[in-house]
Every structure is written in C-alpha cells, then in structure tokens.
C-alpha cells in the first residue's frame, strides 16, 4: 500500500520546554503510515534551517520517501506551542514557507500512490479534483469547517475526515451521515478521548477512545487517519480497522510533539520576536 502525505508540514515550537518537534498534518500522516508498514512519501515543502533540516532527517528515519520533498532557502514553517493550565493553546504560526502550489510534475508523480492525503492547513482543497484523476483523496478538514465549502469536494474524496471534538453524539453522526450523503466513500470524525466515527457502505461504526493518560496528544488525530487508510487499503475490515487506529493514536499520545525526534531551541528568542511582531500585528489564540 502505498500512501503520499501532500502538504503542511510545520515546527512545533513548545515554548515551556525550549524544544521544537517536526509535525503537520500531512507529514504527521505519511509518518504514521510508514510505522504501519506502508510505502509512505512526503510531498512538501522545508526551510533550510535548524528545524527543516531536523524535520527530514526524522523523515528519512522513520523510512519515509523525501524525493517529492523540497527544501526552500528560508526559515520552516512554526508554530509556537504553550501550557495555559492543563490546555495546550497555540498562540501563533508562521506557515509561509510550507505553502506551494502543486505543479504538473508533482501532480503526475502522485499517480505512483494508492493514496494522497492532504488537510486544510495545506494550499490543496481546490485542486482536490485534478487529484483524484491521479488516486484516491483523503482529506482532513479540521474542526473549522463549512459544509457548504466541503460539499463540492465529497463526491471525489476516498476518506473526509472531521475533528468533532466540539460536536455532541448525535451531531458528529449526523456530520458522517451528510458526508456519505454528498458522495465521501468513508467519512471519519474524530472526538478525542470519546473515540471516532466512521462510516462506509456498511454504515457509521463508533470506536471507543482508548482508556490511556496522554502525555501529548498532538498529532493523535493523524495517527488514526492513517490507520484507517492503511487498514482499509491493506483489505482489513471496518472493525478491526478501527481498532488498529484507534491503538495506534493511543500510541502517539505517548511522546512528546506529534511522534518526537524534538531539539532544543532558543525560546527566549522567539517570545522576544513575538512580543515585538504583537505591537504592530494582531495575532489570535487558538486552543489546541
């Protein structure tokens, strides 16, 4: 099974620990697939520094496919990361360097994949068609999304994820119900630690979270998106699909950053950056 995660890719930068961690939706993916047992790639774009470099060398550990990745001449993608309490609160990004538009090359090379996965930290929502020419799409459109902006996308996605940690039950059903409605294959929304939906053909199947005290739960979402695609593409059913993601998840909540490899760097230095970019731009808070 072969799967490319095609987009964001980022630094998170934990203030409170002077240490910075590679992530991103689509990087986190195409991670998690690999430890799966799939050929997985990256098709993005790093900074030349300390982080980008940091964040390929994790890649080429974890035995990920860095052929369609880049390497630009400009600071990585960041996003700074600090505890408020018990919640985990990012207080602000710089993606610049990370978005790309998809060129010729890119889109036929995605052709070699069973899989592309994407999210909507990414610049891909729009040419989501053109791919789905090329394989099958996953994409993950977070908690801030518009139905009326995802429906047009749904008749051509193999796997539309949601995060429904906001949602009640009855409305996180509904949102999979509407998904398979506008033409999905599998939809998946995922809630935390009240486990995930996911539905198909066969109809919506819940999946309990697993009963496990989180370290880090960054980059637990990407996880079990990539143990659907990978449990679906290798034949497995639903049932044991889910239970394999749901594992895998529970797994990655168990280190620290997304799926570690972290370094050190000068935290000082950025609260110092922050503050001053704060008296001349606005920047807004985002909880975790």
């Given at each position: 099974m072969r799967l490319l995660g095609a987009g964001d890719n980022v630094a998170d930068r934990y203030l409170h620990r002077a240490m910075q961690y590679p992530g991103g939706n689509a990087l986190n993916v195409a991670v998690f697939a690999a430890r799966l047992g799939a050929h997985?790639?990256?098709?993005?774009?790093?900074?030349?520094?300390?982080?980008?470099?940091?964040?390929?060398?994790?890649?080429?550990?974890?035995h990920v496919d860095t052929s369609l990745t880049r390497v630009a001449q400009a600071p990585n993608a960041s996003a700074d990361v600090e505890l408020q309490g018990n919640d985990r609160v990012f207080l602000r990004s710089d993606r610049s360097t990370a978005l790309f538009e998809l060129d010729d090359e890119q889109l036929a090379a995605m052709a070699d994949y069973d899989v592309v996965h994407s999210g909507y930290a990414g610049t891909l929502l729009p040419r989501v068609p053109e791919i789905a020419e090329h394989a099958k799409v996953s994409f993950d459109f977070g908690s801030r999304f518009d139905l009326a902006e995802v429906e047009p996308y749904l008749p051509h996605l193999h796997l539309a994820t949601f995060s429904g940690g906001h949602l009640a039950d009855a409305e996180a059903q509904e949102l999979v119900k509407r998904?398979?409605?506008?033409?999905?294959?599998?939809?998946l929304v995922t809630r935390g630690a009240e486990g995930a939906y996911l539905g198909?053909?066969?109809?919506?199947?819940?999946?309990?979270?697993?009963?496990?005290?989180?370290?880090?739960?960054?980059?637990a979402g990407?996880?079990?998106?990539?143990?659907?695609?990978?449990?679906?593409?290798t034949g497995r059913g639903i049932r044991a699909t889910l239970v394999a993601a749901s594992a895998?998840?529970?797994?990655?909540?168990?280190?620290?950053?997304?799926?570690?490899?972290?370094?050190?760097?000068?935290?000082?230095?950025?609260?110092?950056?922050?503050?001053?970019?704060?008296?001349?731009?606005?920047?807004r808070t985002v909880e975790a």
């Open positions: 997985a790639g990256y098709l993005g774009v790093l900074g030349d520094d300390a982080a980008g470099r940091q964040i390929m060398r994790a890649l080429q550990a974890e998904g398979l409605d506008g033409g999905a294959e599998l939809v198909s053909s066969e109809g919506v199947r819940h999946q309990h979270g697993e009963a496990i005290v989180a370290r880090d739960t960054l980059g990407d996880a079990f998106i990539a143990g659907v695609l990978v449990g679906i593409g895998q998840a529970a797994q990655a909540c168990q280190v620290d950053g997304a799926f570690d490899y972290g370094i050190p760097f000068d935290a000082a230095a950025a609260r110092e950056h922050a503050t001053s970019r704060d008296s001349t731009h606005e920047n």
